[in-house]
């Protein structure tokens, strides 16, 4: 997408690693950016743009397909990691807590879902069944998917920047171990959005940790539940 000396460094918590708590997050040399919004404004500023060949029309679609994956996937993941009581139990705070000693580990992770509820109740998720956030998320994966059709990308033959957003989401839904596959397979069911996580995957990932057999394995292993 752009030739920026990028290193990307998985860990169990990434939160953990960024310096606003948030991801995405990238290392550019000494600096770390953090947030889609700054990384795209920090990959512009360095005379890259992703959605340069769009456009004004494009652009507010392209716009309005990132709100709709930011106000539906996103909030599910959160929904499926924070409000299931098994998920968070036996997944969701070890992994959150992992890089903190006891008794912080607990600490934080109550906080974290103290946080995440509260921000559900606000938004009315709260009140929402299993079911209902499911198909919450069929519902946007029907729009990605007629929307991309059997184009390469969303808009155009080139990437923007709503590609490399579903991409981060649908890849992390696909690929995350929960106590449940029913999210994953609510993807699954679109073949078009699996093929464009495998495309994107193979295209601007595949063959860069060769270096790092850890992080080769790991992708390797996630790559088997694209296909």
Same mark, same amino acid.
């Given at each position: 997408m752009c030739n920026l000396p990028v290193r990307v460094v998985c860990r169990a918590n990434?939160?953990?690693?960024?310096?606003?708590?948030?991801?995405?997050?990238?290392?550019?040399?000494?600096?770390?950016?953090?947030?889609?919004?700054?990384?795209?404004?920090?990959?512009?500023?360095?005379?890259h743009s992703l959605s340069d060949g769009l456009d004004e029309v494009q652009k507010a679609e392209m716009k309005a397909y990132m709100e709709l994956v930011n106000n539906m996937l996103l909030t599910a993941e959160l929904y499926l990691q924070w409000c299931d009581d098994v998920?968070?139990?036996? @997944?969701?705070?070890?992994?959150?807590?992992?890089?903190?000693?006891w008794p912080l580990n607990r600490i934080l992770?109550?906080?974290?879902?103290?946080?995440?509820?509260?921000?559900?109740?606000? @938004?009315?998720?709260?009140?929402?069944?299993?079911? #209902?956030v499911l198909e919450d998320v069929d519902q946007c994966c029907q729009a990605l998917s007629q929307?991309?059709?059997t #184009?390469?990308?969303f808009f155009n033959k080139q990437p923007t920047e709503l590609d490399a957003l579903v991409f981060g989401?649908?890849?992390?839904?696909?690929?995350?171990?929960?106590?449940?596959?029913?999210?994953?397979?609510?993807v699954k069911n679109y073949g078009n959005l699996t093929a464009f996580c495998r495309r994107i995957e193979q295209q601007y990932f595949e063959g860069h940790d060769?270096?790092?057999?850890?992080?080769a394995a790991a992708r390797s292993a996630k790559r088997s539940l694209l296909r």
């Open positions: 990434a939160e953990y690693m960024s310096p606003s708590g948030k991801v995405p997050f990238i290392h550019v040399g000494n600096q770390v950016v953090s947030e889609l919004g700054p990384i795209v404004q920090f990959v512009k500023a360095k005379g998920t968070v139990e036996e @997944i969701t705070h070890p992994r959150y807590g992992s890089p903190y000693p992770a109550y906080q974290k879902q103290w946080e995440i509820r509260r921000k559900m109740k606000a @938004i009315g998720w709260a009140g929402k069944s299993l079911e #209902q929307r991309l059709g #184009q390469p990308y989401h649908l890849f992390t839904i696909l690929t995350t171990q929960l106590t449940t596959d029913e999210l994953s397979e609510k060769k270096d790092n057999s850890g992080t």
